[in-house]
Each structure stands twice: as C-alpha cells, then as structure tokens.
C-alpha cells in the first residue's frame, strides 16, 4: 500500500508546519504509524510514532514540540511541527501498517516530504 506524505516546505525558524500522512488507496484502516526523517548524508532518523489506540512516542529531540495524532475516519496520520529550528531540515518519511479488505500490510511507506527551515 503506497503512503503519501505531504505539508512539508519552507519556513523559518521557530515557525510550524503540519504534515500529513495518508494512503493512495482506499483502505480499512491505519494500525500503527510513524514519522521519519533523513538528511542528505546521514541515516534516517526516527522522528515519533502513534499506535492503534493512540498512545505516542517520540525522539527525544523533538519532545515538546512535535506531536504526532491521527484521523481515524480519514485514515489519515498527522506531524504537527512547531518551534522548527533550521536543525529540523529533513525529507520527512511516513510509515505505517494498515488493515486494507481486512489482510493486514506491514511496514508501507510514503516518497517523503521536504522540510526546510530557514535560520
């Protein structure tokens, strides 16, 4: 199941941006789901993850100003950014398993969506 992920763009530091992370098809429902982000040169990060009943975890380095929540009835997971720093710069990832025709799909993925913040 193919993911795609979107919201992300230019802003300056200490801005906010919401990205958001949803199937291109039709599916049941989204179990569990979490946020990524790479930087050109390094490794992919973990960035948070909700589960099906929606408790949260996050990557230290963004507690307190990112939260990660979820639209049920649009199947759609959210990243909501705030106090962005130019650090935060990153192709931001969204992963999620989801139940589609009631078979269960691990681990789909989105193409990423850029973020840049500005100093």
């Known amino acids: 199941v193919q993911l795609q992920a979107s919201g992300g763009g230019l802003v300056q530091a200490g801005g906010s941006l919401r990205l958001s992370c949803a199937a291109s098809e039709i599916i049941d429902r989204v179990i569990e789901a979490d946020w990524y982000r790479q930087v050109p040169g390094k490794e992919r990060e973990w960035v948070a993850q909700?589960?099906?009943?929606?408790?949260?975890n996050y990557a230290d380095f963004v507690k307190g100003r990112f939260t990660i929540f979820r639209d049920n009835a649009r199947n759609t997971v959210y990243l909501q950014m705030n106090v962005l720093s130019p650090e935060d710069t990153a192709l931001y990832y969204c992963?999620?398993?989801?139940?589609?025709?009631?078979?269960?799909?691990?681990?789909?993925w989105g193409q990423g969506t850029e973020v840049t913040v500005s100093s």
């Open positions: 909700i589960s099906s009943d929606g408790r949260t």
């Open positions: 992963r999620a398993d989801v139940t589609k025709d009631q078979y269960i799909y691990h681990d789909n």
